[in-house]
């Protein structure tokens, strides 16, 4: 076989290997999907939640895989960073947070947002009946002095303008 033919059965082989992956994802009953948008109009989903089987690393059996680091300021993005206390190696962001269902009853999620071209300003909206019910949701946006929203009886935010700080979601477990 010559090394060209070598090369496309390895990528075919690894684009295999993903997709089988993401096809035997655990389904998740606890979480919720964030979608994110800016003034240009690109968009993205995040998910967090919590799962009887996740660890404080990337686990892709539920969706969750490293992304490349955040572009340069005109690229969009929105995603995860590194959980408070637990940084992973190397410092990565994903699309998806799972976190196992463990005795603390708070976690806390960052979300960092940047929008195309300086394309001001990003929405992020949830919808308010998928959110899990023994759950508490509390948004406090980038720009605010410790003011929380309330995401089970509000389905959406728009920040202004960049703050260059991360979002904060907290998630109390009743």
């Known amino acids: 076989m010559s090394r060209r033919g070598r090369t496309l059965t ?3 082989l690894l684009l295999l290997c993903f997709t089988a992956a993401g096809q035997a994802q655990v389904p998740l009953r606890d979480s919720l999907r ?3 948008t800016d003034a240009a109009g690109s968009a993205h989903v995040i998910v967090l939640g919590h799962h009887d089987e996740a660890s404080d690393d990337f686990d892709i059996a539920l969706g969750e895989s490293p992304v490349p680091p955040v572009p340069f300021d005109l690229v969009f993005a929105a995603r995860f960073v590194d959980r408070p206390g637990v940084p992973r190696v190397p410092e990565t962001s ?3 947070d799972i976190r196992k269902h463990g005795e603390a009853r708070i976690d806390t999620f960052l979300i960092r947002v940047q929008p195309v071209n300086n394309a001001w300003p990003m929405e992020l909206r949830w919808r308010e009946d998928e959110t899990p019910q023994f759950m508490q949701l ?3 946006p980038r720009d605010s002095e410790g003011a929380f929203i309330d ?6 935010f ?4 960049d703050t260059k700080q991360p979002i904060l979601i907290l998630v109390r477990r009743h």
């Open 158 to 161: 728009v920040l202004a303008h």
């Open 94 to 96: 994903a699309y998806r």
């Open 34 to 36: 964030v979608f994110v």
């Open 151 to 156: 995401m089970q009886s509000q389905s959406r």
């Open 10 to 12: 390895g990528v075919i």
């Open 138 to 140: 509390l948004l406090r």
